[in-house]
Antibody, heavy 125, light 107 residues
Framework: QVQLQESGPGLVKPSETLSLTCTVS??????????WGWIRQPPRKGLEWIGS????????????HYNPSLKSRVTISVDTSKNHFSLKLTSVTAADTAVYYC????????????WGQGTLVTVSS | DIQMTQSPSSLSASVGDRVTITCRASQSIRGQLNWYQQIPGKAPKLLIY???DLQSGVPSRFSGSGSGTDFTLTISSLQPEDFATYYC?????????FGGGTKVEIK
């Protein structure tokens, strides 16, 4: 059974960098079968795709796709030795307060079939 | 970005009712449309992919249809565990987008 678990600080100050990690069990990030993605949900609002990455064999840089509205601030990277992938979002504001989900992104159909439980990140001083 | 519009934004229904939710894309997305269910406090769950393919383990009372710009999710006989918010998501564009959600409440 594939499981994903987000981890990271629950509180980030404005203008700083939000950093989250998603640890995967039951599947291998380095297997090249899937993308791995991040989706967020502001309180009482809908879902927003942040970006997804694909392990290309050397690093993630050749296989990443980002939401255009966030692209300038987002980096997704992977650590195959720990079977986890990470999200960095720079220069955060209160508008970045949300529950952040990691998910397995099925590349053949571009949908998300396994999700983490989500982690709330609040941006506040 | 491709905009996804769901209707209605909320509805009230009773156990046993047939429920239909609509999702409209701002341009043709062929059949590249997926549906998720989200129970409050939980992560979304994939129900339907590629407009009409049922995800493994999802009850057969859920079905999807449509192509181009107009899609529907149908619950043939609403069960107590189906009261949730439903989201569509297009996978035609590399920039993935979700609809605003439809909340299904108990009448």
């Amino acid at each position: 059974q594939v499981q994903l678990q987000e981890s990271g600080p629950g509180l980030v100050k404005p203008s700083e960098t939000l950093s989250l990690t998603c640890t995967v069990s039951g599947d291998s990030i380095s297997s090249n079968r899937h993308y791995w993605g991040w989706i967020r949900q502001p309180p009482r609002k809908g879902l927003e795709w942040i970006g997804s990455g694909y392990y290309s064999g050397s690093d993630y840089s050749g296989g990443t796709h980002y939401n255009p509205s966030l692209k300038s601030r987002v980096t997704i990277s992977v650590d195959t030795s720990k079977n986890h992938f990470s999200l960095k979002l720079t220069s955060v504001t209160a508008a970045d307060t949300a529950v952040y989900y990691c998910a397995r992104h099925v590349g053949s159909g571009d949908y998300f079939d396994y999700w983490g439980q989500g982690t709330l990140v609040t941006v506040s001083s | 970005d491709i905009q996804m519009t769901q209707s209605p934004s909320s509805l009230s229904a009773s156990v046993g009712d047939r429920v239909t939710i609509t999702c409209r894309a701002s341009q043709s997305i062929r059949g590249q449309l997926n549906w998720y269910q989200q129970i409050p406090g939980k992560a979304p769950k994939l129900l339907i992919y590629a407009a009409s393919d049922l995800q493994s383990g999802v009850p057969s009372r859920f079905s999807g249809s449509g192509s181009g710009t107009d899609f529907t999710l149908t619950i043939s006989s609403l069960q107590p565990e189906d009261f949730a918010t439903y989201y569509c998501q297009q996978s035609y564009s590399v920039s993935l987008t979700f609809g605003g959600g439809t909340k299904v409440e108990i009448k």
